[in-house]
């Protein structure tokens, strides 16, 4: 029984705890450079604290996604920004399992570009802090502040579960923190290029998993939820 978090703490004072609490641990942050993940990195940035901010760059990202990496790091140089994605190059992916995989098969793509690496990225992490909000739905509505992860054997950290996307908008701009300007042009959320579309008339405020595999039912990439079903399932895309 993991205990230690209070009902209705905030965030800030939820990462201050975990700081202090697992001071000596190794206490990864992890972000996919959405607005979540920003509001938590600033929150990390404040203590002072150099707790690696580890990210998978799935080859796949955004052209602002990588510029808004490079300002994040600029702004926070004593955090470091950690690539742990793939080194499987888009070339060598079709050449081994034909083109457009993450169209014929995006469970498999994700397990290749995302699920894969992160387990990588985990081993030998004792603590994950990570920006999920169980107003974001689906499988997340289940999501506490502090819980055991058992797909990857680590304390789990959610500072911002109790949040919504109104409440990090407003962290967002009280505390400037540098967000991806794709929020202004209707992207609710960032990930590959391939399997995510702006939605129309969302505003950065708002939050929706509408634009992500559009066309399909699947809304998670695997990474917090069914990773290990999803590792053990597509374990043939092992680069």
Same mark, same amino acid.
């Given at each position: 029984?993991? /205990? ?21 641990? !190794?206490?990864?942050?992890? /972000? ?17 604290? *150099? ?41 060598? +992916? ?22 894969? *690496? ?15 909000? !169980? ?11 502090? +819980? ?40 609710? /959320? ?6 995510? !579309?702006?939605? *129309? ?7 929706? !998993? ?5 066309? /399909? ?23």
């Amino acid at each position: 029984m993991i /205990t230690g978090i209070a009902g209705g703490t905030a965030p800030e004072e939820i990462v201050a705890w975990t700081l202090r609490r697992f001071a000596g641990r !190794r206490v990864v942050v992890s /972000t996919s450079f959405g607005m979540e993940g920003c509001a938590l990195v600033d929150m990390v940035a404040r203590h002072g604290v *150099p707790v690696p901010v580890i990210y998978l760059d799935t080859m796949f990202l955004f052209p602002e996604t990588y510029a808004l990496r490079d300002r994040m790091a600029a702004r926070y140089p004593h955090l470091t920004f950690e690539n742990r994605g793939t080194s499987l190059t888009p070339g060598a +992916q079709a050449e081994r399992f034909g083109p457009e995989l993450w169209r014929r098969d995006p469970d498999a793509c994700c397990g290749l570009r995302k699920v894969e *690496p992160m387990r990588r990225a985990l081993e030998g992490v004792e603590v994950w802090m990570t920006g999920l909000m !169980r107003s974001q739905g689906g499988e997340r509505t289940g999501i506490r502040e502090l +819980q055991w992860n058992d797909a990857y054997g680590l304390i789990q950290v959610n500072p911002l579960a109790g949040w919504d996307r109104g409440r990090v908008w407003d962290y967002i701009a009280a505390h400037d923190v540098p967000y991806n300007e794709l929020h202004e042009r209707g992207y609710p /959320t960032l990930g590959c290029t391939h399997c995510t !579309r702006p939605v *129309p008339g969302a505003r950065p405020e708002h939050y929706t !998993r509408l634009g992500r595999w559009a066309g /399909t039912d699947k809304t998670e990439c695997g990474l917090h939820f069914d990773a290990g079903r999803t590792i053990e399932r597509k374990a043939w895309v092992q680069p």
